[in-house]
């Protein structure tokens, strides 16, 4: 299944409400497993996001519905990214550097 990064920042509106962080935390859980998806894991973090999950879900279409339901409170603002593992990052990049290699002279 394809793994999405998010990168979460509050609105105002968000830091306002922030004492039901817990709580939005077990809906946006609720939300990824209603579309198919795992909440891998997900980080409180300090600077200019306030919250990354990682997530697994079926296709981009699920993907952005749920980011959308997530959203729609006007609470959270996302930066979401497709991620590969790290094996997959190596081939991917050997395989790009072949190609240049090919195609530099």
Do not use: C, Q
């Not at 509106?13 to 209603?34: A, M, Q």
């Not at 079926?58 to 497709?82: F, Y």
């Not at 991620?83 to 081939?91: G, N, P």
Request: negative net charge.
């Amino acid at each position: 299944m394809p793994t999405y990064v998010t990168m979460w920042k509050y609105t105002k509106d968000g830091l306002v409400d922030i004492r039901h962080t817990p709580e939005r935390y077990k809906v946006v859980n609720e939300i990824i497993k209603s579309h198919g998806g795992n909440l891998i894991n997900a980080y409180g973090l300090i600077g200019e996001y306030d919250v990354m999950t990682i997530v697994e879900l079926p296709d981009e279409k699920a993907l952005m519905s749920a980011i959308l339901k997530i959203s729609s409170k006007g609470r959270v603002i996302p930066v979401t990214m497709p991620a590969v593992s790290m094996d997959e990052f190596l081939k991917i990049t050997s395989e790009a550097a072949h190609y240049v290699s090919e195609f530099a002279s």
